[in-house]
């Protein structure tokens, strides 16, 4: 999409190219376009039209309702913060006393949204002109164009003095191929510019991969992990002012909920540490813990243990085992019924036996292919089963779970 495609959209004919495109079922795209343009749209409007009906229907898991009248691109979309992880954030900055943000690396504007929702006054800059100018549109529609103004411009030009808090979102795609960049150094802007930004503005906060090398988080920084019902999404360096602890793994839920201080949001959990605590190792005992993504990847798997009078089972293994059950956010508890020396004739023949027709397929230290191996187990039966590959004191292993509601 380029600008002149973007202003006729917002046109009244735009909207109305927009609200029938929004009508249509996300089928067959040539059908849709045949559609509208029997209605009397235009060629072109017409596919920006559709273009942005199936990118809309596709943001509402991250946005929710307010998708239906945004602005997007493809990969505008993809790399966007979801709804739910950028207005926690915002509430942590408002409470810190942030007033006024600049958003360096804005995109389409999922943060700056969620932080002018939240009374900031918020400067953002992008070096896109499209995604800026849709950044602006969103603003408008979402009502907080007084409160979110966008520049297009090079992020690292923008005068920080002129804000007390500043949230860097650094591109970590190629432009033109759109392929993942995965080293922090050849970020845009540039990752020194982006660390050196703490020392200019005490609260700062930088969007960075859940897969960032601890070896590259800042002196004095909070490293956060962000995972959303399951899924790790994001994480975040909090510097300065802003950092409280050294790791932290926020665990959210979808879907909103009246908290503790009485303002709308959603569930939130927090596990707090160092990451640098190691848990004791011991056997397979009867209840196993899948810790959540978050709280493995900042490295507080011995903090949830701790909680959970858990141990190891191998010293280079997330998997968390105890004796008795316990609820808890950051981990999924099944019960082990049977532990196996990994053969797949074994295996077969035991489920054979209590008549497992479906699996669920856990790993982590096994080089096996879940779908492999449902393959070759030939399955037959009613029953469930959660199978947990995996390795326990060195040696490859199969757990035959059941999970615990």
Excluded at 138 to 157: K, M, P, Q, S
Excluded at 158 to 164: A, W
Excluded at 295 to 301: A, D, F, N
Excluded at 318 to 334: F, Q
Aim: net charge neutral.
């Amino acid at each position: 999409m380029d600008l002149d495609q973007l202003a006729a959209l917002r046109t009244p004919e735009g909207s109305a190219a927009l609200a029938a495109a929004a009508e249509l079922p996300g089928g067959d795209p040539l059908t849709a376009a045949s559609a509208l343009r029997a209605a009397g749209v235009p060629a072109g409007l017409a596919a920006a039209a559709l273009t942005q009906a199936e990118l809309r229907r596709r943001a509402v898991g991250k946005f929710g309702p307010a998708a239906t009248g945004m602005f997007f691109t493809r990969a505008g979309l993809e790399q966007a913060t979801r709804r739910v992880v950028a207005e926690r954030r915002a509430a942590r900055l408002r409470d810190a006393g942030v007033r006024s943000l600049a958003d360096l690396g804005c995109g389409l504007g999922a943060d700056a949204l969620a932080a002018a929702r939240a009374g900031i006054r918020v400067y953002g800059v992008e070096a896109d002109p499209v995604t800026a100018a849709m950044a602006a549109a969103n603003a408008a529609a979402a009502g907080l164009a007084e409160l979110f103004t966008v520049e297009c411009g090079d992020a690292t030009a923008f005068d920080v003095s002129r804000v007390d808090g500043v949230f860097c979102d650094p591109a970590r795609r190629q432009a033109g191929t759109g392929r993942r960049i995965f080293d922090p150094r050849a970020y845009s802007p540039p990752w020194d510019f982006v660390t050196g930004l703490a020392e200019r503005v005490p609260r700062t906060v930088v969007k960075v991969a859940p897969g960032l090398d601890h070896a590259l988080i800042p002196a004095g920084a909070e490293a956060e992990w962000v995972g959303v019902d399951g899924d790790l999404v994001e994480a975040a360096l909090w510097c300065g002012e802003l950092a409280e602890v050294p790791r932290r793994a926020t665990v959210l839920k979808e879907g909103p909920l009246v908290n503790a201080s009485g303002r709308e949001g959603s569930p939130s959990y927090e596990l707090t540490g160092t990451g640098a605590v190691e848990a004791a190792v011991g056997p397979v005992r009867r209840y196993l813990y899948d810790p959540d993504p978050a709280v493995v990847r900042s490295h507080l798997v011995a903090e949830l243990a701790g909680e959970l009078d858990a141990t190891l089972a191998d010293a280079s293994i997330a998997y968390l085992y105890a004796d008795h059950p316990a609820r808890t956010p950051y981990a999924r508890c099944l019960e082990v019924t049977d532990v196996l020396p990994f053969s797949l004739k074994r295996l077969r023949a035991l489920l054979r036996e209590r008549r497992v027709g479906r699996v669920e397929i856990l790993k982590r230290g096994s080089a096996l292919t879940p779908e492999q191996l449902r393959r070759d187990l030939r399955l037959a039966g009613d029953a469930a089963a959660s199978l947990v590959l995996t390795r326990v004191a060195g040696a490859p292993t199969v757990l035959v779970c059941q999970p615990l509601v």
